[in-house]
């Protein structure tokens, strides 16, 4: 049904917006499926029409509607219309093209992403890449005839980079989409779900200069004082965010949580949580540490400064210099389950 619904709004979303009279726009979806929108001049009564591309499936929408279209080949159909039409647009889809964006990420200050299209037709025209951004929505307290737990389904943001007007022959093209001079921050991340025994914390590099535009989801190439450091998926951003990308661990700072001691007070539970973090490295590093808490949680009390970053998270946020251990604790108070 999500899947159905986010089709339709972009259908909506491209002929509301398409302007190309008498040309040709190409939309390249993520899933290797494209939209192609095609405007033509036709008369009245029969026409033989040939599409740009070949239609797969085999279905053609017409605006404004015509009395009736025959396929007779994979790019070329019959149209019927009881008038002359001036600007007819054809809104049909083809499986010729597919595309994927590659990142690369300097830590030295710098971050370039690319997609790579793969064309089975040539053409011309304009062209936009399109991906979907999904988030997971829980309806709370919402029962399900299988059980009584959360309900979760996905909701689906269509984005999409606008190359204007291409050229592809058969085979591959690579483009350049973002080329991002940007100041990194490297940080230890220890981000914690439950008790943890001398874990290395994540290695993560956070960009200090929100984003200008949106970025696809694709693999994230990491370099770091020219040496490869690792490769990771990212999901995709959005303009105005921060790029904060965990591309391994850091082995020379490890962490412990434990809890120290839970009890009930009438209603609630009442529960103390202790870290530990010790650096065994020579260098001053910086060390955010992410706990999660049930979403209806107040801090009762805390020896270090935090941040409540969402409903079920706070982060902790530290310089941890070399050869050092840091601990402290924090008690939190929450609905009995």
Known sequence: MVRLKTFLTFLLFLTS??????GIKLSILSNGMSIVEEHKEISKEGNVVRLSLKSEPKLVFAIPPVERMDFLNDDTIRVYSDTTLNDILFLYFTRSFSWGAYH?????????????VSAKESFKGDVSLCWGVFQNLSTKGQVSFLSSREVSEKSETLRSIDLGEMEFKEGWSEFTLLNLPTTW?????????GDVNDQPLSAVAASEEPLHTDIPPGTVYVFDNGAFAGTVNLNGMTKGQKLEIIYGSDYDIRGSRVTLKEERAGSYRRRTVKFYVRNYGKETRNVRVIEH?????????????????AADKIAFSFDLEGEKTITFEYTVEFEQR
């Open 104 to 116: 690369l990420l300097d830590l030295s200050g710098g971050f370039q992403s690319v997609a790579v």
């Open 185 to 193: 921050k490297k940080l230890s991340l220890l981000e914690t779900y």
């Open 293 to 309: 808490i049930p979403s209806d949680a107040r801090v009762l009390g805390s020896d270090m400064d935090f941040e409540r970053i």
């Open 17 to 22: 917006f398409s302007v190309i009279l008498f």
